[in-house]
């Protein structure tokens, strides 16, 4: 397939007055010198040598060729038909040739899906650390939203084939669905919603009957993401299990028998979403499917589990990269757009709006590849890094994605009523964003997960404690009074946390004590990411936002006590320029009332 032809657009003088630009031909890795401190502290060096010119690249196609085929895409929904021109029921879905161009990008050049599965990806010969690939995560969903579903759920699919298939199933499914080569590879799915479970999984009534050396499925799933994805994994209960969630079996169900026929389920229709458009979600039928049990039987749920909290970490990766896409957009209008004189990025109200922008930005920044860099841990062996992935994971999915939402509106409305208008990317940026804080659980069922699972029956709590504490001690150059006030607020977050667990008999605290959680652990980070970027080139702004997070989100707030203050402004000027600010000059801004 030839690439897309650009859209040749008039060129428009730069006139005073006019409207001002957006995005269009940046590069979003060299717009984000954040995102590259915070790579440089998490991978060795050498895996930040290799990909950092592939972030670059991927960068420039994310700002140019990967964002007009995102706005194609999103326009043009995919059409399903239930049967060829010769009239045979062979179902098929359309895609918009832009469409195609996307998975071209992520799948086949940049091989994201298969990143942390396979070696070879990039030409590094070993496979490659969560955080390196989440990075790459970060910038193509700067650009595209809905194809982050298929990427995660292909490489969620590989993951619980690889670590629970039997030596037949992976010889037989897990090459193609980590192939980079188009022709070869077997996109994945996986079906788990349910018309009469939805979050409470052990309610579904998806059956499986044995039969011979696979087994037959029957029932309906109601919200399937990827709906003609090759491969699926699902949740269904095997005939004669019990009631509950114990009772589960994880199956594989192939798109294709041997023979090349379709498999004995049916696309009923394709959902009409607000946003993710591009990607087609549907509603499946099972009439007697062939499936494979994977795993055992009656741990199905419990594996899937495991695949969901990766997802969970992938869903906070890319709802930040929507805030970050639309912290882009927000900060071009405000240096670019001139009103009553001024531009608007020197008008008080617009930049306090540039930081209700930047400042939850930057905390899912720092919090994905703090949970990322957990993982990687984990997966190499650390019991200490599992607990603290445990509580992080939740809290992340929660928390970000939320703050997604108002990011993404506030953005939009930066750039007046025109970025209501379909043709800018805020709009798609905000429809999608609403997404990621239902995908793989809504805020309420996170919330209880974080705090009758991760702090209630996993004591994963202390694991979180201990971690900012010694991030905290790894700081030294940073002014003792500010860490100290920072463990304090560590401690009485974990604490009311803590407290909230212990008496879930009212849930209402729960999303409160997650925010908490959150807010604290970021703030932290922040003060570690700035000790260290100070040393690696001299630049502690970072910090800056550990002073803000305590000030807006851990401090009461007096609706009748004016906030603005000689230390505020400071702060702000410095986080909205581009200057370096040494230590010293930070840790007094850190004190200052």
Not at 469 to 491: I, K, M, Q, T, Y
């Amino acid at each position: 397939m030839q690439p897309l032809k650009q859209d040749r657009r008039a060129a428009i003088p730069d006139q005073p007055g006019l409207l001002a630009p957006d995005t269009t031909g940046m590069n979003f890795y060299r717009a984000d010198p954040a995102l590259t401190d915070l790579l440089r502290l998490h991978l060795p060096d050498a895996t930040f040598r290799h990909i950092e010119p592939h972030l670059d690249r991927l960068g420039a196609m994310a700002g140019g060729h990967l964002d007009e085929c995102a706005r194609l895409a999103d326009r043009h929904t995919p059409v399903l038909h239930q049967r060829d021109k010769f009239g045979r029921d062979t179902q098929w879905i359309e895609y918009h040739p832009a469409y195609r161009e996307l998975e071209k990008a992520a799948f086949g050049e940049f091989g994201i899906h298969a990143m942390s599965i396979r070696k070879g990806i990039l030409g590094w010969p070993d496979k490659y650390p969560v955080v390196a690939k989440h990075a790459f995560t970060f910038l193509f969903n700067q650009t595209e939203f809905g194809m982050g579903c298929p990427i995660n759920v292909t490489d969620g699919c590989a993951k619980l084939l690889n670590n629970f298939g039997s030596e037949a199933l992976k010889a037989k499914y897990l090459d193609g669905l980590t192939q980079t080569d188009m022709s070869k590879l077997t996109q994945g799915g996986q079906f788990m919603t349910e018309k009469e479970g939805g979050s409470d999984v052990g309610t579904l009534t998806t059956r499986a009957v044995r039969e011979g050396d696979h087994w037959r499925l029957y029932g309906e799933k109601w919200f399937c993401s990827n709906a003609d994805a090759e491969v699926v994994m699902l949740l269904a209960r095997p005939e004669g299990a019990g009631p509950g969630t114990r009772g589960v079996g994880l199956f594989l169900m192939p798109r294709r028998l041997d023979d090349g026929t379709q498999n004995h389920y049916r696309i009923v229709r394709l959902k009409d979403k607000l946003g993710t458009r591009s990607m087609a979600s549907g509603e499946i039928k099972f009439e007697g499917a062939i499936a494979y049990a994977v795993g055992k039987l009656d741990r199905g749920f419990v594996q899937m589990a495991e695949m969901v909290n990766s997802s969970r970490l992938s869903n906070g990766v890319k709802s930040t990269a929507l805030m970050r896409r639309a912290h882009h957009d927000a900060m071009t209008v405000a240096r670019n757009r001139v009103v009553f004189g001024k531009s608007i990025i020197d008008l008080p109200l617009a930049r306090r709006q540039l930081m209700k922008i930047m400042l939850p930005t930057e905390q899912g920044l720092s919090l994905s590849f703090l949970t990322a860099d957990a993982l990687d841990r984990a997966e190499a062996g650390s019991q200490d890094a599992a607990a603290l992935l445990r509580i992080l994971t939740p809290t992340l999915k929660f928390r970000a994605t939320r703050d997604a939402r108002k990011v993404c509106g506030d953005a939009l409305e930066m750039r007046g009523g025109i970025g209501y208008i379909e043709e800018f990317a805020t709009a798609r940026l905000l429809r999608d964003a609403h997404l990621g804080s239902i995908w793989e659980g809504t805020g309420n069922i996170v919330a209880i997960d974080t705090l009758t699972r991760a702090v209630g029956r996993h004591g994963a709590d202390s694991a979180l404690a201990a971690d900012l504490h010694a991030r905290l001690n790894e700081s030294a150059n940073v002014p003792a009074v500010w860490r100290d006030r920072l463990r304090g607020l560590a401690d009485r977050a974990v604490g009311f946390a803590r407290e909230v667990a212990s008496k879930m008999d009212n849930e209402g605290d729960a999303r409160r004590a997650t925010s908490l959680l959150y807010h604290a652990a970021s703030a932290v980070a922040f003060t570690w990411e700035g000790s260290r970027i100070h040393e690696m080139r001299g630049d502690a702004r970072r910090l800056l936002l550990a002073r803000m997070v305590v000030d807006h989100r851990l401090s009461p707030g007096d609706p009748f006590r004016l906030t603005e203050s000689a230390a505020q402004r400071a702060i702000t000027a410095h986080l909205l320029g581009d200057r370096a600010v040494g230590i010293a000059e930070v840790g007094e801004l850190l004190t200052a009332a």
